[in-house]
Nanobody, 117 residues
Framework: QVQLVESGGGLVQPGGSLRLSCAAS????????MGWYRQGPGKQRELVAA???????RYEDSVKGRFTISRDNAKNTVSLQMNSLRPEDTAVYYC????WGDGHFSWGQGTQVTVSS
């Protein structure tokens, strides 16, 4: 299994920036797919951004051009740089790891991001 620990998050004004980081540890040293989901108030959890160990990325449409996902395979970390934040980005953000790319996710504990003036 994979253990995931997130850092970052907090309160930011609209138009501001935040950076989320997630560190993975455990039996699996090379995690195929890592990324971030979020769950806003009264909403379903949705994929925000993901990146494979080969560097292939995918983004939810509303964050394209504003968010950038990156990872360090040697350190087993994944980061999400969030710029031009909007109130609708307010959510709990969850890091996930899918070691084999088969949909068996491990999850972090979640970190709150609040965008408000």
């Amino acid at each position: 299994q994979v253990q995931l620990v997130e850092s970052g998050g907090g309160l930011v004004q609209p138009g501001g920036s935040l950076r989320l980081s997630c560190a993975a540890s455990g039996r699996r040293s090379n995690i195929y797919d890592m990324g971030w989901y979020r769950q806003g108030p009264g909403k379903q959890r949705e994929l925000v951004a993901a990146i494979t160990s080969g560097g292939n990325t995918r983004y939810e449409d509303s964050v394209k051009g504003r968010f950038t996902i990156s990872r360090d395979n040697a350190k087993n970390t994944v980061s999400l740089q969030m710029n031009s934040l909007r109130p609708e980005d307010t959510a709990v953000y969850y890091c996930y790891g899918d070691p084999w790319g088969d949909g068996h996710f491990s999850w972090g504990q979640g970190t709150q991001v609040t965008v408000s003036s």
